[in-house]
């Protein structure tokens, strides 16, 4: 059998069989939930119901109860897009490249970043879709024929190019999710006892038995999964970037986009796996599975990519002046210098600098200093989106028409509905879903275990 | 006599590994294993081929690289060209570039589902299918070796038992087909 080095920290604290890993995850399914998490729900169905409320009222009102005006027409809508889709990259990221790389830490996170995932981007997409302001005729994105000519829609367009990325990246990443569910919903259907969870389990689990040919042909489909993904978690935030740098504003029209928004997306999408997870293995007691070292190796991750998106702040910064161009020039001046510098300096606070403070081995193990890091982190990549958006609209190349943007209550109301909205699905997820690969955890534990590794160490001595 | 299928009870892949190659090197096949994790390496002992679902999902992938260059060929150089901005579509191939992102997302978009849904027919794994496992435990802590005499004319299903105790097995349970 394969075995590990005994230098590498191990994966699953204590002395776990099978068994107990199983009843580790089932156990809080079968059983009634915690208080905690009736009032969780309550409170995310609440802000949900409002969101859903602000929706509606928007749909039946117009855009014109968000703040836009005529120079700044996209703000808070197209920022929170962004932010949401960026949030949604962290899963895939963890599921596909990680496996690509052998990382065996990622089996104890990927199933949660993975829903994490699935949910931010159902987020991500209601933004465009009640942008539309008619969001029954939101089939118009894709190309069917119609009674217009046929009239097709043009696929030069980036804004087009981003409906396919989205919803390719959306659906590839469900079945992705789902296929790694069917084992692990298999392994509650075998063991809950109730007749109706039994008949529930049984029907999300299709039939899954577990004979040796359909495990050779499981790994061969999270392999070549995860290679076709692997490119499309790149290609989706290159897209997105796209919509902002194949236009010509001073301030979008800039080729480092791409790279930029993808190590962006990762920076905040492992934020928010932190803020989640330090949460879930606390309630849901899963310290064991999800160690101290799997939030550092997180922690590294977010070092890396917050050094490469500060990089790229200050290649902008630099091209900006070294290009020549004034309103190229102008508008990164008029972002770090003008009315909305308190926004600009916050993105740079919350982005470069903070992330830095991970250097120190103390810190990034450090649980209560990690979860306040990762909400600084959303925060300061909310305002990266709303600093690259609003600022380079606001003063545009006629100075009559420069223009702040004020959010009205619509505009806040949207954006906490959908935080509302996916929080009550993470719940929700939580409760009655297996927040573990099962099949995968399993697989690793008599490699990465701790009681196994400490096993053969002594067998080496002799 | 009637035919006999016998379930030999592990509680390690690698335990289970050691009764698979026992069996096979006196001769009996085995039909099948049950586990709650993939074993490695137990595709050879049994005699399990590669599966050839990646070529499956690299056919879809170039159906959908061609579908996605000739619809757009077709919907924006064919049937109704615009001209945006004073940028004509004229060629497929001096609109190529502007076309490659589409192209790649419908790619993997087909590769992805096309093998996903081979997969789910192939493993008989589609919603309303009953499992088949033969006992609960296979999808917990437990890795079963299926053998059926049937396929075995040359051994008595004491002779299977009988190997099977030599390795550590954890129970052996028979069951009359």
Redesign the interface.
């Known amino acids: 059998?394969?075995s590990e080095a005994a230098i590498r920290e191990p994966l699953i604290l204590g002395h776990k069989?099978?068994?107990d890993i199983?009843q580790d995850i089932v156990g809080p399914i079968e059983n009634k939930a915690p208080r905690g998490w009736y009032v969780l729900t309550t409170i995310a169905a609440i802000i949900a119901l409002y969101g859903v409320g602000c929706i509606m009222y928007l749909l039946s009102k117009g855009i014109g109860t968000w703040g836009l005006n005529k120079s700044v027409d996209w703000a808070w809508d197209i920022t929170n897009f962004v932010w949401w889709v960026g949030i949604g990259h962290a899963g895939t990221l963890i599921s596909a490249v990680l496996l690509l790389f052998r990382q065996k830490w990622r089996m104890a996170v990927n199933r949660s970043a993975e829903a994490m995932t699935i949910f931010a981007v159902i987020m991500a997409g209601t933004f465009p879709l009640i942008h539309m302001g008619r969001l029954w005729v939101g089939y118009w994105v894709f190309?069917l024929p119609n009674q217009y000519?046929?009239?097709?829609?043009?696929?030069?367009s980036?804004l087009?190019?981003d409906v396919?990325?989205i919803?390719?990246y959306f659906?590839?990443s469900l079945?992705?999710w789902y296929?790694g569910l069917?084992?692990d919903f298999?392994?509650i259907?075998?063991?809950v006892t109730k007749p109706g969870m039994k008949k529930f389990y049984?029907?999300l689990?299709?039939?899954?038995?577990?004979?040796?040919?359909?495990?050779?042909?499981?790994?061969?489909?999270s392999?070549?999964?995860a290679g076709?993904?692997t490119?499309?978690v790149f290609?989706v935030h290159s897209?997105v970037s796209?919509d902002f740098a194949t236009s010509i504003i001073p301030g979008w029209h800039t080729t480092i986009f791409p790279p930029y928004f993808v190590s962006g997306a990762v920076f905040s999408g492992f934020a928010m796996v932190q803020t989640l997870l330090l949460v879930m293995r606390k309630v849901m007691k899963l310290e064991a599975y999800i160690t101290i070292k799997h939030v550092e190796y997180m922690n590294i991750v977010i070092i890396v990519t917050g050094s490469i998106v500060g990089v790229a702040y200050i290649t902008e910064l630099f091209i900006s002046w070294y290009s020549g161009v004034e309103y190229e020039s102008y508008a990164f001046i008029n972002r770090a210098t003008g009315p909305y510098w308190w926004a600009y300096w916050s993105m740079m606070t919350c982005n470069v600098i903070s992330p830095q403070i991970f250097w120190f081995r103390k810190l990034r193990r450090n649980l209560a200093f990690t979860f306040f890091m990762s909400i600084i982190v959303n925060i300061g990549m909310w305002f990266e989106r709303f600093v690259i958006i609003v600022t380079s609209l606001h003063r545009d190349y006629l100075p009559s028409s420069w223009n702040m943007f004020h959010p009205t209550w619509m505009d806040v109301g949207t954006f906490l509905g959908t935080i509302g909205i996916f929080f009550t699905l993470y719940l929700l997820f939580a409760r009655y879903f297996p927040v573990l690969a099962?099949?995968?955890v399993?697989?690793i534990l008599?490699v990465s275990g701790e009681s196994y590794k400490n096993e053969a160490a002594k067998h080496q001595h002799h | 006599m009637a035919n006999k299928v016998i379930y030999a009870v592990y509680e390690?892949p690698?335990q289970l590994k050691d009764g698979a190659r026992k069996l096979v090197s006196n001769g009996v096949k085995v039909k099948?294993?049950?586990?709650?994790?993939?074993?490695?390496g137990?595709?050879p002992i049994?005699g399990?081929k590669?599966?050839r679902?990646?070529i499956a999902?690299f056919m879809f992938?170039i159906t959908g690289t061609s579908l996605a260059l000739l619809?757009?060929w077709y919907?924006?150089i064919f049937?109704?060209p615009?001209n945006?901005g004073g940028?004509p579509?004229q060629a497929l191939y001096k609109?190529l570039p502007?076309?490659i992102?589409?192209t790649?997302?419908?790619t993997?978009?087909c590769?992805?589902?096309g093998?996903?849904i081979t997969?789910?027919i192939?493993?008989?794994?589609?919603?309303?299918?009953?499992?088949?496992?033969p006992d609960?435990?296979?999808?917990?802590?437990k890795f079963i070796i299926e053998v059926r005499t049937a396929d075995n004319h040359g051994h008595s299903a004491e002779a299977i038992t009988s190997l099977l105790r030599e390795t550590p097995v954890f129970e052996i349970n028979e069951r009359q087909y």
Do not use: C, Q
Request: hydrophobic share 45%; aromatic share 12%; glycine share 4%.
């Open positions: 059998m394969h069989t099978y068994h199983t190309p000519g046929s009239l097709w829609t043009n696929f030069n980036p087009l190019w396919f990325a919803s390719t659906s590839v079945v992705f296929i069917i084992p298999a392994t259907r075998d063991k049984s029907i689990s299709f039939g899954w038995s577990g004979n040796a040919k359909a495990w050779t042909r499981f790994e061969e489909v392999l070549v999964l076709v993904a490119p499309l290609s897209v796209m099962l099949n995968e399993k697989s008599k | 390690d690698e099948d294993t049950w586990s709650p994790f993939p074993i490695h137990i595709d049994i399990i590669r599966t679902l990646a999902a992938g619809g757009m919907m924006n049937d109704w615009m945006i940028k579509s609109n502007a076309f992102p589409v790649f997302e419908f993997v978009l590769a992805a589902h093998m996903a997969y789910m192939r493993n008989k794994t589609l919603p309303g299918m009953p499992a088949r496992n609960p435990r296979s999808t917990d802590d």
